[in-house]
């Protein structure tokens, strides 16, 4: 009916459109129903929000920017970016306001909540020193945001916060000097730690506020915790730590794959795919090592969300049994959505928490409760690298995504090779985040226990770190 009343280049405009004014209704449900104050940690509203935001930005980024003279794409952005960070998605929402920023850098409403959302990231971090400098940077970018459109109404509000964080430090006077440090010795490792920086995949926070040399490295853990002495017995390092290890390990290793694909992309054949009989089958499809570390890295970063899971079960004392603990259910009595959020969580003012389970509701393929349009893409993806046939074809030759559309996937999948590069490295961007927001919501309730407690009597336990020269 639609094709009836208008000419098919315009459906994405009207689609936009529908998508646009959709995300201002729920938006305005959620604000009268007051759900932008409350710690509630479900909302169909903010759901079906950040959904349509999501649909409207991947319909008008098929506009080039020379075609598109608004500067719609950049709104939807930063609505997207505050919703999300209203969710406590904090890491992701600074990523798109940058991404505003870059095109419009006095693009007020970006920075003054970008200037926030820092604040509130900051207070999180279990590092004095990173906390300093993320205080820092909120007051100077809440600042810079008074010399920006922003409105009238707005600027009393602001000139509030800046006094607040005035009372908390001397920002004005602090002083900080990023000193030039190594990305490596060979050209290769220099390559590599720029790639990661400039595509934020350091497990450090300081990475969501810079692209310079001082981010280069992983240095985000698990934070310190208290235990009872009859809880550890053998007097060994509590196991949270050692799950939170491979999960690291796991996550760099899947993030190199990718990198080392993405060269080995640009190169000439490598010598094992040589002398190995194929028949071409007249569709432009690739067999390539390259494509097959791709899939390996989509693959391996996928799997960290369900063991990130099993650090939750064990963390926050879910007792559920392994064959019910899976990232997107771990969060429900007994593993059922169905029967609610598990006490641990139903109450919790947590909001690194909140935004590690928003985030676990990107994959969530279900119509009644689905934020990402993608969802069912992604699966596929997993579900055809690991047990059915995932067909990577040349992205300057073939339209894979019209053939997605024409045909069924019962048992193959069609994707270009570009578009298996993107999705793994979106996949590789929500795992960091992820393991952020498990460690800062780990901080927030070790803070909360310290209080607690009080003046007990605490014990301290050295965690000794691994050196490169002791990984044998």
Known sequence: MVDNIFPHWMLPAYFL?????????????????????????????????????????NYITKVSQTEDHSDLRFRILTNLANTLNHTGRSAEAIALWDKVLAKHPNYGMSALNRGYAIYWYGRYLYDPGHQTLFLNESYHQVKQSLSFDIENHAIEGI??????????????????????????????????RTWCINNRLFLNPLNDLWNTDIVANDV???????????????????????????????????????????????????????????????????????????????LGAHAIFDKIAYLVNKYWSLELPARKINFTSCWFNNGNPAKGLAKPFASSENWALRGLYWLSKDFKETNESQVQPEAWHIAQIRNHIAHKYLKVFDHMLVDTEGWRKRTGHEWEYPISDQELINQTLQLLSLVRNALIYVSLAAHHDEQKKRTMHGDEMLGVMLLHKIKDSQRF
Do not use: C
Request: net charge negative.
């Open 220 to 298: 985000l853990t698990f934070p310190s915790v208290i235990i009872k002495l009859e809880e550890n017995p053998s007097s060994s390092p509590p196991e949270v730590y050692g799950i939170y290890n491979q999960l690291k390990q796991e996550y760099v290793s899947a993030r190199y794959m990718l990198f080392n694909a993405i060269e080995e992309s640009q190169e000439a054949i490598h010598f094992s795919d040589k002398r190995v009989l194929l028949y071409n089958m007249l569709d432009y499809r690739e067999y390539r090592l390259w494509i097959e570390k791709a899939k390996m890295a989509f």
């Open 17 to 57: 459109i529908i998508s646009k004014l959709s995300e201002v209704l729920f938006s305005a449900i959620r604000q009268i129903s007051g759900d932008h104050q409350s710690w509630s940690w479900e909302s169909v509203e903010l759901e079906k929000e950040i959904y349509h935001l999501r649909v409207a930005y």
């Open 159 to 192: 000139s509030e916060w800046l006094k607040y964080l005035l009372e908390i430090g001397s920002w004005e006077n602090f002083n900080f000097h990023q000193e030039p440090e190594s990305r490596g010795r060979s050209k290769r490792e220099k390559t590599y």
